[in-house]
């Protein structure tokens, strides 16, 4: 299983964002895809997943900000962050879940400040 997030980077409170996470290894389209996040010196936090079907789960304070989706053909997660916050600022690691391991990606940085 391979995991490699893209499309991190540094942005004024108030912009937006897009990660990408090229999975393979497995089953894409069969699997959950999550995003996850961690502040220095905090744990890492659930962001939001994307099931089978479409539907989508997120953590209170990236509703209606943050949308995840997924590309079953490209075997690609997506996760769109707009009116990013500096709090949102942390590296976010993309994650799947098989039977009773966990994968993650290597993780990228994301920087809202002024």
């Known amino acids: 299983v391979q995991l490699v997030e893209s499309g991190g980077g540094s942005v004024q409170p108030g912009g937006s964002l897009r990660l990408s996470c090229a999975a393979s290894g497995f089953t894409f389209s069969n699997y959950p895809m999550g995003w996850y996040r961690q502040a220095p010196g905090k744990q890492r936090d659930f962001v939001a997943r994307v099931y089978r079907d479409g539907t989508t789960a997120y953590r209170d304070s990236v509703k209606n900000r943050f949308s995840i989706s997924r590309d079953n053909a490209k075997n690609t997660a997506y996760l769109e962050m707009n009116s990013l916050k500096p709090e949102d600022t942390a590296v976010y690691y993309c994650?799947?879940?098989?039977?009773?391991?966990?994968?993650w990606g290597q993780g990228i940085q994301v920087t809202v400040s002024s």
């Open positions: 994650n799947v879940a098989i039977w009773s391991n966990n994968y």
